[in-house]
């Protein structure tokens, strides 16, 4: 079977489920993201917003990262 998709490998058929344990879901400015926390910061992982105007933004391109009092959990 061959599998034609945008979505990385890695998450389709992920060899461990701790990998992703730590990434969770929240909201940046009424933008949803995929964050890995990290301290008292947040890694941004994805972008899950359906607008595109939101993947310009700098302030939240995959690697960067967000304080975590800017960012609501859900």
Known sequence: MIIHS????EHIFP??????S???EC????????VEQD????????????NPSDYLKSEIQPGSHLYINEVHFS
């Open 6 to 9: 945008i979505v990385p490998h």
């Open 15 to 20: 060899a461990n489920k701790d990998d992703f």
């Open 22 to 24: 730590n990434q969770t």
């Open 27 to 34: 909201i940046w400015n009424n933008i949803p993201l995929l």
């Open 39 to 50: 301290g008292h910061k947040c890694k941004v992982i994805r972008i899950m917003s359906s």
